[in-house]
Structure formats: C-alpha cells, structure tokens
C-alpha cells in the first residue's frame, strides 16, 4: 500500500524470509505502527494477549493484501516480485511496472480484494457457526476473529479512496492519466489533497484519532509535493520562458 519510512534492505532489525518463491522484508517501522494502532486494546483483559493478537492480526492481513499485488504481478508476468512491510503498511515492488494501464488497475484492486474475500470468508464462517466450532468459543479466539474481520473490512475500504498512494488513488491516477493525460495526473493530484484535507478536518473537530490525522497529513504533504514537482516541471519546458 504505502513505501512511507522505508529504508534500504538489510537495516538493524529487519526481518527476512519467503512465502514460496516471494521474498519478505518486514522492517522495524511495521511492529511500531502497528503497535500504535492497538491502542484500544491496551486496557482489554486477560491483558497484554489482545494487543500481541492484534499486532499479529495486523501482520497476517497485511501480507495477505500485499500477496494479492504480487500474485497479480506474476500473473502479468512480473519476475522478482518482492514484499516490504515498513510503516504505515506496505507494497509489493519489481523491476517494471505492467505495460498496460489496464493491468496495474487490476494490481492496484488485487490487494483490496484479498482482504474483502478473506472478510467475506470469516464472516460466512461466523454466521454458520463453522468458527465456533473450530475455535472452541474461547474469549481470546472470539477477540482475534473480530480483529481480523474489523481489519479485513474497514482497511481495504479505506485503501479504496481515491488518494494516492493508496490503492484508490493508484487507480484514480492510471484512469485520469489515460484519459486526459498530465491534466488528469494533476486532476487525481488534487482530488487526493481535497479530500486529505476534508478528512483531517473531520477527525480533528469530531475528536477523533490523532494517528489517523497524522497519517493522512503525511498523505496530504506527499501529494502536494508531487503536484509541485509536476507544476515546475511544466514550467521548465515551457517555450516562453526564460530560455528563449
């Protein structure tokens, strides 16, 4: 999902290992955030289980989601596809980007979609009474099982807004560039700063969670240094400049 705080392979903590022929690198930054993120269980008993599951919760989802990009990238044909967990997240990377606009909005939504089939399973399972029956209807099982789920729904739909870097917003960029071009890269620039903004609003007059304003400023600043690159960039090639 996002490459915020990554840092250079093989750094102090790193953790490596692979799922089949993927590599994974989980950084420092990830048991961090995450455990940030639990803070609503900090005071839930038999205490400290509830935030270790979550934490683990938090692992398991994730790397689903960014299983769900790579396996699209190999099925376009990607070689030396490689997972990071770092802050706030992570991505699937490779060497080059699928040739056609069409194939990384479907890259973009795998990830989403692994997360919203994996709910749509637990929830069926919940319903029938089939995780009961499997779990033992123990206090802890019936915690981590609505920590997935909570995850599983509620963090793809998020990642579905259309604001870069998110999966939304990849999507939202692929569709305007292809059809209006630098206008529409701006455009989906724009759309994803308005709606930062309008949502860091929201947070801070209802009281909500500092953690969510923190992070879409962060969003918010990356997409206006993008616009300005872009904007100067534009003015640099422009004919009637200084240069003529």
Request: glycine share 10%; with cysteine.
């Amino acid at each position: 999902m996002s490459s915020l705080f990554n840092s250079p392979p093989g750094g102090p903590g790193e953790l490596e290992f692979r799922l089949g022929a993927i590599p994974v690198r989980i950084q420092p930054w990830f048991w961090l955030t995450s455990f940030v993120l639990a803070g609503p269980w900090f005071n839930t008993d038999p205490r400290p289980w509830p935030v270790v599951m979550f934490v683990m919760a938090c692992l398991v989802s994730i790397l689903w989601h960014e299983l769900g990009h790579a396996w699209a990238m190999q099925c376009f044909g990607a070689r030396h596809v490689e997972i990071v967990l770092t802050g706030f997240g992570g991505y699937a990377s490779t060497h080059a980007r699928a040739p056609r606009a069409w194939q990384r909005i479907a890259i973009a939504l795998a990830g989403p979609a692994n997360q919203l089939a994996a709910w749509g399973v637990m929830f069926l399972a919940a319903r029938s009474g089939i995780a009961d029956s499997l779990l033992e209807s123990s206090i802890l099982a019936d915690l981590l099982l609505a920590q997935l789920m909570m995850i599983n729904l509620l963090w793809p739909l998020v990642n579905l807004m259309p604001i870069f870097p998110l999966d939304g917003g990849r999507v939202t960029r692929e569709l305007g560039v292809a059809l209006l071009g630098t206008r529409g890269l701006k455009a989906s620039l724009l759309l994803s700063i308005g709606l930062c903004g309008l949502f860091i609003f929201w947070v801070v007059s209802s009281g909500g969670s500092m953690f969510n304003a923190l992070l879409f400023g962060l969003l918010l600043a990356q997409n206006l240094q993008e616009l300005q690159l872009i904007n100067e960039s534009q003015r640099y090639h422009d004919r009637g400049d200084w240069r003529s």
